[in-house]
């Protein structure tokens, strides 16, 4: 499983700008195919070129998957001599463009870029340029962040809360532990740790069995809000838990909305790009023609694989309404 933090795309509307309307076509032509666009940082001497491959969904044309690669020099030894070698690893970035979508998602990849943001400053600059120079208006990819205080978000959204889901983290017991002591100076109104010591003893017998987990807390009646309750012990305890291991608690509302938030305003959250999780194993499918065991990659493994991608992008939707994008402007 890989990590996609979410981005978003924006047009900069220009007094000269000519084709507004047609901006995501112009955009979406600029990744036709492989050769449509060349995406560099530097000029001259100090240009650097960024290999990339495109892949449009054929059951969605608008969403483009694309590899991005970079050329990096590592150190290697060739007859008892130090040397260079170039190596390109590439990381995946997923652009649903389909009509009043702006979604970008870039996968966290250290080997092949050191942040996101470094591949959405790459991919702004290029086609920034292009769309201005083409048609008069600008272009730019930015980030989307976490809702940074998970109360605030739920009692906003009081009357359609309908359950809470905490994420699992690769955290080890004594850490955790640790943290939660530290809590505990702060004095926050729903602190109670009576019984973490069970809950950690259930993840670790969960982490043992080799088990994908979390937890989802709903209300016992079906159709009943979940509303906002620090009374609440197992409450408790589950918030003071996922303010310990510092991830973020997925909202979800009954009309299928999911809000990602922190549980506090601590200045250290403010930053935080939402991100999901994905196989990437599924992208990998649409630009090879074998499967890692060797074996041949099917019609149905790829449809597969563009219904995973489907879904993702549904999740990570931005959408943007052309009024309110050209009051922005």
């Given at each position: 499983m ?14 000269g ?6 901006r995501?076509s112009?955009?979406?032509?600029l ?7 060349e ?7 100090t ?22 690669a ?8 060739r ?32 080997k ?12 702004s ?5 292009q769309?201005f120079k ?31 889901r905490f994420?699992?983290?690769e955290?080890d ?7 939660i002591?530290?809590?505990?100076s702060?004095?926050r109104?729903?602190?109670d ?19 994908k ?10 159709k009943?809000?979940l509303y ?13 838990f ?9 909202l979800?509302t009954?009309?299928?909305?999911t ?17 999901f999780?994905?196989?990437e194993?599924f992208?990998?499918?649409?630009f ?6 060797g074996s041949?990659?099917?019609?149905e ?29």
């Open positions: 890989s990590r996609f933090a979410q981005y978003y795309a924006k047009y900069k509307h220009d007094a700008c000519y084709d507004w309307e047609q995501q112009a955009f979406g032509a990744f036709e195919n492989d050769e449509s666009i995406f560099y940082m530097g000029e001259a001497e240009r650097k070129v960024y290999k990339h491959r495109v892949y449009h969904l054929n059951t969605a044309p608008g969403i483009i998957v694309m590899r991005f970079n050329d990096i020099d590592i150190p290697v030894e007859d008892f001599e130090p040397a260079m070698a170039k190596d390109e690893p590439s990381c995946f970035v997923i652009i649903d463009n389909r009509d009043n979508l702006r979604t970008v998602a870039i996968q966290k990849r250290k092949a870029f050191s942040n996101t943001r470094q591949v959405a400053k790459i991919l600059f290029v086609i920034d340029q769309l083409d048609h008069c208006y600008g272009f730019d990819i930015l980030p989307d962040y976490y809702p940074v205080d998970l109360f605030k978000v739920w009692e906003r959204q009081q009357e359609h809360a309908q359950s809470l994420g699992v983290p955290m017991r004594d850490e955790i532990l640790r943290k002591e530290e809590l505990r702060k004095n109104d729903y602190f740790d009576s019984i973490m010591g069970s809950l950690l003893d259930v993840l670790h017998a969960q982490k043992q069995a080799k088990y987990g979390h937890y989802t807390v709903m209300p016992e009646q079906k009943a809000a906002v309750d620090k009374s609440s012990v197992f409450m408790r305890n589950l918030l003071t996922a303010d310990a291991i510092d991830e973020p608690v997925e979800v009954n009309d299928g909305g809000f990602r938030c922190f549980i506090d305003n601590d200045e250290d959250n403010t930053d935080k790009i939402v991100s999780e994905f196989n194993n992208l990998e499918m649409l090879k023609s074998r499967k890692k065991d041949k990659i099917e019609p493994d790829r449809l597969k694989a563009e219904e995973e991608v489907l879904e993702l992008m549904n999740n990570m939707k931005h959408e943007v309404e052309d009024s309110e994008e050209e009051q922005a402007a």
